[in-house]
């Protein structure tokens, strides 16, 4: 970041008044922003085949390196103790359970980043590395017969080279060679450009050996990976035909033989097919999938067929929600999955006639800075469940569920939340002034407030857009309520978690009347008393993001705003972003060449001319799914209409990994909060 956008983030930080200090013998209640590096949270639930042993991922996050940090820790089920497999320097994660139960796989990350394929044997206590790899493997998977490891690697290929430079003398300091880039697929966020290579299947002895490389040729696998239960051949996904690249959303399940790599394609329809997992018996195949309509969203269903890829037959057809995961029960009569609803995440068990018995509810996943919905689960044979729950006041900790009975098994945060008062969310009422349909919402007040006080109000809007919020635990929130902000966020139209018919209310028409429905959940909230209607601000990261800088030139309603990672031009947008492919095929009927009045009437920037919000935009440098340069418009925009605005960078960040760091992700809500402050009238500048 430049030293100005130094300066300008401590301004900003400045603009945040202080609470009136406590004496010094009693110690701050407030969750602040230096607590990010306090949190912890479970994720990756493995339960052991027998149930009586979770291990999971436990991360933390390391305040010298300004990172997070994952280690993997053993759960004894019946007691609740804990006792660390591999909790040493670096990273450690992907635990994967032996069929006996016996040994562990894990992946390891050093100091110096590279990672490395790991045993260990639990009777000993012993482990050893079990192959030399120089990318890191993904999607563990152990053979029936304990034998092999099967996993997919990157695999590196040849980049193009055109022409030749000249020689360059011993000695002599040039210029970095010229990149040539061809693939349709050049860069995704997170990741940056792409090596010339492809994601391909690797097999390898469980007790050490050089990884055997089953397929090749320019196509990506990917897992989860399912092993035949005679160990002769692995399921894996893949996109394997023709013009894959422009088809981002294809994929297909194919079987590849061990002993020569023979490769069987399984499903051929248009649409993602996914998620493997083989019955117990051999006979049949669980998967995931959708027919591609071409629609913005699709319910993902849960699927079953014959090993061979016969029969296949949607077993969810009769729930309206989209199956997150699916594990077969080991009598192989039912197959548990996981689902969102209405924001709040469950897990089910779908019998083979397609009978859904409810079997857990308030499932949290490991994303901390905002409330999105989510969670993992895995099942042992005698059907206990191991997932991660948690609550508004609570990131996830890891529960399981026998008999019906639940029991929460870890308490990562109790110590620090000892010391601090949180916000609880309150269920909020909403129904939308456009059609009268009802949104879901959740309120969120400064700890410590009175009933029928009102405060001013933040209202914080999902990204996606075809994702959800629910009751979870978010920083964001608990810091801007902690400052003394009341807290809204909501499902509106588009969301998922409500059937299709919902999240497709905005196929083709984003943003739309999905204002309506955020404009009501603010008249909602200050209904409830909770809220001054003199005092409201607005902020939304990615499609948040675009709602934000929407609703600033639908409405004066707002006293300032902050709009995260947006896209402000969307014809400009699906040219820049990584998933262009995904973007023209699927958010737009035609391509912007071909029908520029579209993409410019759904564009925020159409409405910049209206806006007289204060407005702050905050960015991630190295984000290729919301491009900088989106950001940067919408700031220069605001500068030449005389609005006042800033533009926050954050350097580094990714479009997905804008809050990964703590120092950052505490940073950037400290300016959204101090920009808001300096707009606020119930307090002096």
């Known amino acids: 970041m430049a030293d100005w956008s130094h300066r300008l983030i401590a301004a900003l930080c400045l603009g945040l008044l202080a609470i009136p200090a406590l004496p010094a013998d009693r110690p701050s209640t407030r ?20 149930g009586r042993v979770v291990a999971y991922v436990r991360r933390s996050y390391d305040v010298m390196t300004d990172r997070p940090r994952d280690s993997i820790w053993l759960i ?28 562990i796989a894990f992946v390891t990350r050093g100091e110096d980043g590279r990672a490395q394929l790991m045993v260990r044997w639990l009777s000993s206590a012993t482990q050893a590395r079990i192959a030399d790899l120089t990318e890191t493997p993904r999607a563990l998977s152990w053979a029936p017969d304990g034998q092999s ?31 040539f880039i061809t693939d349709i697929n050049y860069r995704s966020d997170a990741e940056g450009y792409a090596r010339a290579g492809q994601t391909h299947l690797y097999v390898v002895a469980a007790d050490g050996g050089t990884p055997r490389q089953l397929t090749f040729g320019p196509f990506n696998e990917q897992g989860p990976l399912a092993w035949a239960s005679d160990g002769r051949s692995i399921v ?8 894959w690249r422009l088809d981002p959303l294809n994929s297909d399940l194919y079987r590849v033989a061990i002993g020569d790599g023979a490769v069987t394609q399984l499903t051929h329809r248009q649409g993602p097919d996914h998620a493997p997992e083989m019955s117990a018996d051999g006979r049949r195949i669980a998967y995931l999938g959708f027919d591609d309509h071409l629609r913005s969203y699709e319910n993902t269903r849960l699927y079953v067929m014959d090993a061979d890829g016969g029969n ?37 068990r779908v019998f083979m006639d397609g009978r859904l018995e409810p079997v857990a509810a308030g499932l949290s996943g490991s994303e901390l800075d905002r409330p999105y919905s989510g969670g993992q689960f895995t099942v042992a044979r005698d059907g206990t469940i191991a997932y991660t729950s948690g609550a508004t006041v609570r990131p996830s900790d890891v529960s399981v569920i026998h008999n019906g009975k639940a029991r929460q098994l870890t308490q990562l945060n109790d110590d620090l939340f000892r010391e601090r008062a949180l916000a609880p969310a309150q269920p909020l009422a909403v129904k939308s002034s456009f059609d009268q349909r009802e949104i879901d919402a959740w309120l969120l007040v400064p700890p410590g407030s009175k009933s029928g006080e009102r405060h001013p109000l933040i209202l914080e809007i999902h990204g996606g857009p075809f994702t959800s919020y ?31 018919d919902f999240a497709n209310l905005i196929h083709h028409d984003y943003p739309g009347h999905d204002y309506d429905d955020l404009m009501s959940v603010v008249d909602a909230a200050i209904a409830a008393g909770a809220a001054d209607p003199d005092q409201l601000f607005v902020t ?43 973007a023209v095929k699927y958010w737009f009927a035609k391509r912007p060449w071909d029908d520029p009045e579209t993409y410019w009437k759904h564009s925020p920037l159409s409405l910049v001319g209206a806006v007289t919000t204060p407005t702050l935009v905050v960015v991630g440098d190295a984000d290729y799914r919301t491009p900088v340069s989106d950001a940067e418009q919408y ?31 505490a940073a950037k809500a400290s300016a959204i909060i101090a920009w808001f402050n300096r707009y606020r009238s119930d307090r002096p500048h």
């Open 31 to 50: 969750f602040e922003g230096a607590d990010l590096f306090r949190l912890e949270c479970a994720t990756d639930p493995q339960i052991r085949p027998d």
């Open 76 to 103: 004894d089920v019946a007691t609740g103790a804990q006792t660390p497999l591999a909790a040493g320097p670096g990273s450690s994660s992907t635990p994967r359970w032996s069929p006996d139960g016996g040994r």
């Open 149 to 179: 490891i099967a996993f997919v690697m990157f695999t590196t290929g040849d980049p193009l080279k055109l022409g030749e430079a000249p020689h360059k003398p011993t000695g002599a300091k040039w210029a970095e060679p010229l990149e």
């Open 236 to 243: 894996m996904v893949g996109q394997r035909t023709e013009g």
């Open 312 to 348: 296949s037959r949607s077993l969810t057809d009769g729930l309206d929600r989209a199956v997150d995961s699916a594990h077969w029960a080991a009598d192989g009569k039912s197959i548990y999955v996981s689902y969102i609803e209405r924001g709040i995440g469950k897990i089910a």
């Open 470 to 500: 629910g009751p979870v635990f978010s920083t964001d929130d608990q810091l801007y309520a902690a400052a003394g902000y009341a807290v809204v966020f909501s499902n509106p139209r588009g969301s998922t978690s409500y059937g299709a």
């Open 540 to 582: 939304g990261g990615s499609g948040g993001g675009v709602l934000t800088a929407w609703i600033v030139g639908e409405t004066r309603r707002f006293r300032a705003a902050a709009t995260q990672k947006p896209v402000i031009n969307w014809a400009g947008w699906t040219l820049t972003t990584d998933i262009y492919p995904f």
């Open 635 to 665: 700031y220069q925009a605001l500068q030449l209409t005389g609005v006042p605005t800033a533009l926050v960078k954050v350097p580094g960040a990714s479009h997905a990994g804008l809050a990964a760091r703590p120092s950052q992700s």
